[in-house]
């Protein structure tokens, strides 16, 4: 069980596997907010489009709370990756 | 409701940032173990974990340079002191601060003068050195520049659950997802903080409560001499090595770093702020952000941003924060007015409190009362974004 956890990475942008997880959850962060911040997940390039709803299942299931009560951290600006240059230009149009 | 497993402590520390954070655990370790934190969110889910992250020592006061100069010395060995589980990310790649005209660089010069005296090992470069620290940038318009090798970066959220775990270890306890609602005074006595989760009686109150000080100070009848302001900033994709120091500057406005795990976090001050309380983001930062980066580092122009957000800095007349116990107002001590540099001295800013709050002598002479305003010695901090 432990070897399968150790393998699936469940934040592709940081490599982040659920065994890392768990251990987040049973050390007390029992938060997306402070999961996100402590260890970046749902940071990187991909928004957490993947890791956050699979982190907050993985909250309520370890914290006996309903989906439901998960709070997802805010949704920041922009909603995807805009290269720089690109928005310079903006500036000029 | 969830009430409070304690209701009596020996200090209440309202705010979990990295200031709140350092004082209880500075508190912790001088021997005062009765310390509670109290935070209405999350750790570091206000001004500290919304700041640009960098590390500077080359400041235009005195105070600015000390407190700075050992907190520099306490992040360069907090791994070990307070026996992370997470590695805190420092990084010492240099502060290049940009001159644009000879006005600004004579400034620098008396800066330099200042930061030498007190062995911060600054020095003025060359434009020969400035393309050797960075070869890309885009020196149009820059008449000099001032370099501080041991300045840098840190992972914000990172040492706040430092100093947060160490804290508690030690006996302190966090309360998150708490907020104070009143400071109960009496007879120019703090008698107890009242929370939505119940009351705790207390002799020493801190407000450590950045961006909201001032709502803070007046649950106790204190008006400070603090207004909070948003400022925005963004962050990039993840890429290779580019970029070793923080590029800053005053006058063109921007500061911009790589982080160790490649991102880059930049912005600019606002120009005219009103006072506010906003922390959303808005489209014409981004634009006027990527406008101003993308011209003086072109080879950022094809990275990509990925996020956007804002945060408070809470600003005293002085641009200096404000240490201490209030006159007339017995154990309620400030530390607020961090003016957008908290993080980067909180390391001896948490030192200090915990000294001032034991009735100990003090590690550094200290001019950063509140009386200060009154008595009219002011001396502004010039260098900030």
């Known amino acids: 069980m432990s070897n399968i956890e150790d393998k699936t990475i469940i934040c592709r942008c940081e490599d982040i596997t659920l065994a890392e997880l768990r251990d987040m959850i049973k050390e007390g962060f029992t938060t997306l907010d402070e999961i996100k911040r402590i260890s970046r997940l749902g940071m990187g390039p991909c928004r957490g489009s993947n890791c956050l709803e699979i982190a907050a299942r993985e909250i309520a299931r370890m914290t006996g709370r309903g989906l439901a009560d998960i709070k997802m951290p805010t949704n920041r600006p922009p909603n995807s990756g805009i290269k720089l240059g690109v928005l310079a230009g903006e500036e000029d149009e | ?385």
């Open chain 2, 1 to 385: 409701m969830r009430r409070m497993n304690k209701n009596t402590a020996e200090v209440v520390i309202i705010g979990g940032g990295v200031t709140g954070c350092s004082i209880a655990y500075n508190l912790a370790h001088q021997g005062c173990r009765d310390v509670v934190i109290l935070e209405k969110s999350y750790l570091a889910s206000g001004s500290t974990g919304r700041c640009g992250a960098g590390i500077r020592q080359q400041w235009g006061t005195e105070m600015n340079c000390i407190l700075s100069r050992e907190s520099v010395k306490l992040f360069e060995e907090m791994n070990d002191t307070l026996n992370v589980k997470r590695d805190i990310e420092f990084k010492q790649k240099g502060y290049l601060l940009l001159a644009y005209s000879e006005r600004e660089m004579n400034q620098f010069e008396k800066n330099l003068a200042l930061q030498n005296s007190l062995v911060i090992p600054s020095r003025r470069v060359s434009m020969d050195e400035i393309r050797k620290i960075v070869s890309y940038l885009n020196l149009e318009g820059v008449k000099g520049a001032t370099f501080c090798p041991t300045d840098g970066h840190a992972n914000p959220f990172r040492v706040t659950q430092a100093y947060a775990g160490e804290a508690v270890r030690l006996g302190a306890k966090i309360y998150t997802e708490t907020e104070v609602l009143d400071i109960k005074t009496r007879g120019g006595k703090i008698q107890g903080v009242e929370t939505d989760r119940g009351f705790i009686s207390t002799e020493n109150v801190v407000n450590a409560a950045g961006g909201y000080a001032f709502a803070v100070s007046s649950m106790a009848g204190i008006k400070l001499p603090v207004k909070s302001e948003r400022h925005e900033i963004l962050v990039t994709e993840p890429v290779e090595p580019l970029l070793d120091p923080m590029v800053m500057s005053f006058s063109y406005n921007i500061y911009c770093q790589q982080t160790p795990e490649g991102t880059f976090i930049m912005g600019y001050g606002p120009e005219d702020a009103p006072e506010s309380f906003s922390i959303r983001s808005s489209r014409y930062f981004l634009r006027k952000m990527a406008s101003k980066v993308t011209s003086l580092l072109p080879v950022l122009s094809n990275l990509r941003v990925v996020r956007q957000w804002a945060g408070l800095y809470n600003i005293t007349p002085d641009n200096q924060p404000i240490l201490g116990e209030v006159p007339g107002l017995d154990g309620f001590y400030l530390a607020v007015g961090f003016s957008g540099h908290g993080f980067m001295i909180a390391p001896m800013v948490g030192i200090l409190m915990a000294e001032m709050i034991l009735g100990k002598d003090l590690s550094m002479e200290h001019k950063l009362d509140l009386g200060r305003f009154e008595r009219g010695e002011l001396i502004l901090e010039p260098s900030v974004v």
